[in-house]
């Protein structure tokens, strides 16, 4: 299976969880805060908001353009921190540690 599979599999899946856990937003933050310079967008959107309307929308375009993806990133330990007191997010910090999985190198 490609990268590129994986990653819209996962990407889904992601999506898929996010809807199961009642996590998914309806309403897009302002423009200002989707336009952060700070990494995760940590002084403008919670997590959640960074990985719904930043990461999986990023790397939806950059699919379907056929542009080259992100690699060598690691983005499961940032997760990690900020829900280790929520147990019932573990089962997005899977998903996401295989989307780290599949992009940590060329």
């Known amino acids: 299976m490609t990268k590129e599979k994986q990653l819209v599999e996962l990407i889904d899946a992601l999506e898929g969880e996010m809807q199961e856990l009642g996590l998914w937003q309806q309403h897009t933050p302002s423009v200002e805060a989707l336009s952060s310079q700070e990494p995760f967008a940590i002084d403008s959107l919670t997590p959640l908001e960074w990985l719904q309307w930043i990461f999986v929308a990023r790397i939806r375009l950059l699919l379907k353009d056929n542009q080259p993806l992100p690699i060598g990133f690691a983005m ?4 990690e921190e ?25």
């Open 76 to 79: 499961a330990a940032y997760f």
């Open 82 to 106: 900020c829900w280790k007191h929520e147990q019932e997010m573990n089962s997005l910090i899977n998903i996401i540690q295989q989307i780290d999985k599949v992009c940590s190198d060329a």
